[in-house]
């Protein structure tokens, strides 16, 4: 008796869901979220930077003048 020849209770799917239209609402939201987080990170990073201990000139070295 050999069971692959049974049938099946279900059709069988494919294991990841690229056939599935995402919801353009929910793609828009995701991207709006994301793209605030990189926000806050770039402003992070400026912030550090005119912020540095012992640098009189933001964003640059200590130059003589």
């Not at 056939?19 to 806050?40: M, Q, S, Y």
Request: neutral net charge; charged residues 35%; glycine residues 4%.
């Amino acid at each position: 008796m050999q069971e692959d020849d049974a049938p099946r209770a279900r059709p069988v799917t494919a294991a990841n869901d690229n056939d599935v239209a995402p919801d353009p609402v929910a793609v828009d939201a995701a991207l709006t979220r994301i793209a605030e987080a990189i926000g806050r990170h770039i402003a992070r990073e400026h912030i550090r930077v005119r912020k540095a201990a012992n640098d009189n000139e933001p964003g640059g070295k200590n130059r003589t003048r």
